[in-house]
């Protein structure tokens, strides 16, 4: 019952905030068509996406610790992505960003094997250390093309205020429906993956292909983390966060928090987003007022626990 009502009251007060969202400021039917609908779609798929794969991660690798981010893999996306753009390859950017995830995916795989075997805290120390390879790469690609320092800083930052010709929004919306599919793919594991956080052994002993399941849902979440930093950006503390306050909430295992966690992180960012445009005088990067409240509450969490 308790959850019920909570899972209701986040639907209203998500539904008030996307009316807020595309109303805010009374702008006309062209600028609400244009640019504020599919800037909404781009958040809410963004914002759904990582905090889904935050709790898949944390999961899977059995570490509250894990997400996109702190694995490298956003990082090697957005490499990927700049590189893509950097040689005049714009349209094929959300390829590059998943040419990028997928390489850090399997650079850091590569790095946490230990004795034949996966060694998941080993995995999170090479996410963390192949991540700083590619910041410093991204950096070195800033000094060396001044020209593309706008378009990496809004990469590096996060940017969920692209405008889309007519030819590149329908391509995006091809991309978004890929993408709820693999998320519909990933909540579907969520009984295998519940039993997995008890050890390899036990949820090979109970019939899951352990090795083959993992591959799977790293090359999965590798692609969608891949289109979405090639259009919003490096977002960081959406997929750490988010699962972590679904089980505040109450929410156990992964069938609800999976959900949970989808629908929370969506109106997370939109509303980090709404603060970022109208917080102060300018727009604000996204991934600022994301970390400004991840931050006390990952601190919160230390303290807590």
């Known amino acids: 019952m308790k959850r019920t009502l909570i899972l209701t009251f986040s639907g209203l007060s998500s539904l008030a905030l996307i009316i807020l969202y595309l109303l805010w400021a009374n702008p006309s039917p062209g600028i609400i068509w244009q640019v504020r609908i599919p800037r909404l779609v781009l958040t809410l798929l ?12 944390q999961l899977m690798l059995a570490n509250p ?39 850090t995916m399997l650079l850091v795989w590569r790095l946490a ?19 700083m390879f590619f910041s410093s790469a991204i950096s070195l690609m800033m000094y060396l093309k001044r020209e593309d320092t706008v378009l990496i800083l809004g990469t590096l930052m996060g940017n969920l205020g692209r405008i889309f010709s007519y030819a590149e929004y329908r391509f995006f919306l091809v991309l978004s429906a890929i993408i709820l599919i693999l998320l519909i793919w990933l909540f579907l594991k969520s009984r295998a993956l519940d039993i997995m ?16 399941l993992r591959q799977q849902i ?25 699962p972590h306050i679904m089980r505040l909430m109450g929410f156990s295992n992964q069938k609800s928090i999976y959900p949970g966690s989808l629908f929370f ?7 980090a987003d709404f603060l970022a445009k109208n917080l102060s005088g300018i727009e604000l990067p ?8 991840g931050c006390p509450f990952f601190i919160y969490l230390l303290l807590r626990k």
């Open 197 to 212: 956080s008890s050890g390899d052994l036990y949820a090979a002993s109970v019939g899951i292909e352990v090795h083959k």
């Open 265 to 271: 992180g969506a109106s997370f960012l939109l509303a």
């Open 218 to 242: 790293f090359f999965i979440t590798s692609l969608i983390v891949g289109i979405i930093v090639s259009y919003a950006g490096i977002i960081g503390f959406v997929g750490l966060i988010t």
């Open 65 to 103: 610790l894990a997400e996109p981010y702190v694995l490298g893999i956003s990082s090697g996306a957005a490499f990927g992505s700049i590189l893509f753009a950097s040689i005049g390859l714009l349209v094929l950017r959300p390829l590059g960003g998943f040419l990028g995830a997928l390489f």
């Open 46 to 57: 963004t914002g759904m996406s990582l905090a889904a794969i935050g709790s898949v991660y």
């Open 113 to 131: 094997q230990k004795n034949g075997s996966f060694d998941r805290a080993r995995l999170i120390i090479a996410g963390v250390i192949v991540g």
């Open 286 to 293: 996204v991934g600022v007022i994301t970390a400004a409240i």
